[in-house]
């Protein structure tokens, strides 16, 4: 017996089922044979077997009963019908369960592909913002450590891709063992986008101080550029103002174009400069434009202060020319009245004094005419240069005057320079024993040489034409030195305290 003449009792009992019910259904139609079927009732299949398999099986004389009946009965009846017959198995199984299982890992596989691609890219942008900023060891370790997962994420993708296009789950005819095959390859490859996944989550959170700094420099790289860009604007506009009211500033014009090239690069961006370097630049020329700005601002009342130095000047250099011409009688007097100790120093003082003031004023000639040529810096500097002159003449001139009066108090009176200069010792001879038995001898040395130093000034006073300037030199240097004792000791007694 065949397998196709394998099941009549079920095709017949199938067969009976129906057709009772068809019975019931038709009345007085009877036993009659309906065109197209068998004596039997089954429908002729043209040229070939039945539903199960059989010429003119019962699964066919079902089908065809099935249609005749009403809906009700067509529903209830289905399951008979399609059981009987056949080998094939058209839902369920352990097939489709394997099939349904390499589908679930095919789509955890390709969500994990996804996940891993999108933290690639986001960390791109991270790794490209670091190595536009960070030129250190850092960041250069940052960009190959990298590339080295890149290398990585592109075996397993490719590992991932090979599995996906060697299995078609959706194949009529696939095979249990072809689906159990699909599941394990894409489950593999799954768990190798997961673990890398995880490699590249945890290099993103190691690089958190680099892009934070990395970060702060492109925050502040925007600000920087405008605000330098701004500064040159506002330099030009300044110089333009400058101009307008009758001054050339050439310097100043010469100083701005040169700034030109830097904005160009500012213009250029970070792009092809980088950032470190941008900043670096916006910094430079905001701070030159800046200083151009203040300069150009404060040129019109920088001219008026030049012009009004030079009327001064002038005026000063003449009062000193008049000023020179009474040295020679002081001189005269300090000759003839005091030793040659007393004035031999200022001989040279109306010479050196007519020198300077002829210099002064052939500076101040040419310090007129940079001032008309509007070269201010060259201006001020031979103002700066006259007004040395002056008053080196004028501390010259004022000695001979100061020399002659002081000589004249000490000749007439010395008890006074005396008293003076004993009581700037005794005040620091007490200070120094204030608190002690017996003084330091760091201050008691300089004060008992100064007490000596002084009696011999006095003694020195003897005599019929005694060195009064070298007297008063003495008591000069003698004070200077109590008084540098009294600082000593309130510097020490403060630190203590």
Same mark, same amino acid.
């Given at each position: 017996?065949?397998?196709?003449?394998?099941?009549?009792?079920?095709?017949? @009992?199938?067969?009976?089922?129906?057709?009772?019910?068809?019975?019931?259904?038709?009345?007085?139609?009877?036993?009659?044979?309906?065109?197209?079927?068998?004596?039997?009732?089954?429908?002729?299949?043209?040229?070939?077997?039945?539903?199960?398999?059989?010429?003119?099986?019962?699964? @066919?004389? %079902?089908?065809?009963?099935?249609?005749?009946?009403?809906?009700?009965?067509?529903?209830?009846?289905?399951?008979?019908?399609?059981?009987?017959?056949?080998?094939?198995?058209?839902? @369920?199984?352990?097939?489709?369960?394997?099939?349904?299982?390499?589908?679930?890992?095919?789509?955890?596989?390709? /969500?994990?592909?996804?996940?891993?691609?999108?933290?690639?890219?986001?960390?791109?942008?991270?790794?490209?913002?670091?190595?536009?900023?960070?030129?250190?060891?850092?960041?250069?370790?940052?960009?190959?450590?990298?590339?080295?997962?890149?290398?990585? *994420?592109?075996?397993?993708?490719?590992?991932? *891709?090979?599995?996906?296009?060697?299995?078609?789950?959706?194949?009529?005819?696939?095979?249990?063992?072809?689906?159990?095959?699909?599941?394990?390859?894409?489950?593999?490859?799954?768990?190798?986008?997961?673990?890398?996944?995880? /490699?590249?989550?945890?290099?993103?959170?190691?690089?958190?101080?680099?892009?934070?700094?990395?970060?702060? &420099?492109?925050?502040?790289?925007?600000?920087?550029?405008?605000?330098?860009?701004?500064?040159?604007?506002?330099?030009?506009?300044?110089?333009?103002?400058?101009?307008?009211?009758?001054?050339?500033? %050439? +310097?100043?014009?010469?100083?701005?174009?040169?700034?030109?090239?830097?904005?160009?690069?500012?213009? &250029?961006?970070?792009?092809?400069?980088?950032?470190?370097?941008?900043? &670096?630049?916006?910094?430079?020329?905001?701070? %030159?434009?800046?200083?151009?700005?203040?300069?150009?601002?404060?040129?019109? /009342?920088?001219?008026?202060?030049?012009?009004?130095?030079?009327?001064?000047?002038?005026?000063?250099?003449?009062?000193?020319?008049?000023?020179?011409?009474?040295?020679?009688?002081?001189?005269?007097?300090?000759?003839?009245?005091?030793?040659?100790?007393?004035?031999?120093?200022?001989?040279?003082?109306?010479?050196?004094?007519?020198?300077?003031?002829?210099?002064?004023?052939?500076?101040?000639?040419?310090?007129?005419?940079?001032?008309?040529?509007?070269?201010?810096?060259?201006?001020?500097?031979?103002?700066?240069?006259?007004?040395?002159?002056?008053?080196?003449?004028?501390?010259?001139?004022?000695?001979?005057?100061?020399?002659?009066?002081?000589?004249?108090?000490?000749?007439?009176?010395? &008890?006074?320079?005396?008293?003076?200069?004993?009581?700037?010792?005794?005040?620091?001879?007490?200070?120094?024993?204030?608190?002690?038995?017996?003084?330091?001898?760091?201050?008691?040395?300089?004060?008992?040489?100064?007490?000596?130093?002084?009696?011999?000034? *006095?003694?020195?006073?003897?005599?019929?034409?005694?060195?009064?300037?070298?007297?008063?030199?003495?008591? +000069?240097?003698?004070?200077?030195?109590?008084?540098?004792?009294?600082?000593?000791?309130?510097?020490?007694?403060?630190?203590?305290?």
């Amino acid at each position: 017996m065949t397998a196709t003449h394998a099941r009549p009792e079920a095709g017949a @009992g199938g067969s009976s089922a129906v057709q009772s019910g068809h019975q019931r259904g038709q009345g007085s139609r009877g036993g009659r044979v309906l065109p197209g079927q068998h004596a039997s009732g089954g429908p002729r299949i043209p040229g070939g077997r039945g539903v199960a398999g059989g010429r003119g099986g019962s699964g @066919g004389r %079902d089908l065809l009963a099935l249609m005749l009946l009403p809906v009700p009965l067509v529903l209830a009846a289905l399951p008979a019908a399609f059981a009987g017959g056949g080998t094939r198995r058209w839902f @369920g199984g352990r097939g489709e369960n394997q099939r349904a299982e390499a589908q679930a890992a095919k789509d955890a596989a390709a /969500e994990a592909f996804y996940d891993l691609d999108s933290a690639q890219r986001d960390l791109r942008i991270s790794i490209e913002t670091i190595s536009a900023v960070d030129s250190s060891s850092r960041g250069r370790k940052a960009v190959e450590d990298f590339a080295a997962l890149g290398r990585r *994420i592109d075996e397993v993708s490719h590992a991932y *891709i090979t599995a996906v296009d060697s299995h078609d789950l959706d194949r009529d005819d696939l095979e249990p063992a072809a689906a159990s095959r699909a599941r394990t390859e894409l489950t593999r490859a799954k768990d190798d986008l997961v673990r890398v996944k995880g /490699e590249l989550d945890r290099f993103a959170q190691g690089l958190g101080p680099l892009l934070g700094s990395a970060e702060t &420099q492109l925050a502040r790289l925007a600000p920087a550029v405008e605000r330098a860009r701004q500064a040159l604007l506002g330099a030009s506009n300044a110089l333009d103002a400058v101009r307008a009211a009758g001054l050339r500033a %050439d +310097e100043l014009a010469a100083r701005l174009a040169a700034l030109a090239p830097e904005l160009t690069k500012l213009n &250029q961006g970070a792009g092809k400069h980088g950032v470190a370097e941008t900043l &670096q630049r916006a910094d430079v020329v905001l701070r %030159d434009a800046e200083a151009l700005r203040t300069e150009a601002e404060r040129l019109p /009342e920088r001219a008026a202060e030049i012009d009004r130095r030079l009327v001064s000047l002038r005026t000063r250099a003449q009062a000193l020319t008049t000023r020179t011409g009474s040295v020679e009688p002081v001189l005269s007097e300090l000759r003839r009245r005091f030793s040659a100790a007393c004035w031999q120093d200022l001989q040279p003082v109306p010479e050196q004094a007519a020198v300077n003031v002829r210099q002064a004023e052939e500076k101040l000639a040419e310090a007129a005419k940079a001032r008309d040529e509007q070269r201010w810096a060259d201006a001020t500097s031979r103002l700066s240069t006259v007004r040395a002159l002056l008053n080196a003449t004028d501390e010259a001139v004022s000695a001979a005057g100061d020399r002659l009066q002081q000589l004249n108090a000490v000749a007439k009176d010395p &008890q006074q320079e005396i008293e003076r200069t004993r009581f700037a010792v005794r005040d620091a001879q007490r200070l120094a024993m204030s608190g002690r038995y017996t003084p330091d001898p760091r201050h008691a040395r300089p004060l008992d040489d100064s007490v000596a130093r002084l009696e011999r000034a *006095i003694a020195g006073l003897e005599g019929r034409h005694p060195d009064y300037w070298h007297f008063l030199t003495e008591t +000069e240097a003698v004070r200077q030195t109590a008084a540098r004792v009294v600082s000593d000791i309130r510097e020490e007694r403060g630190a203590g305290a």
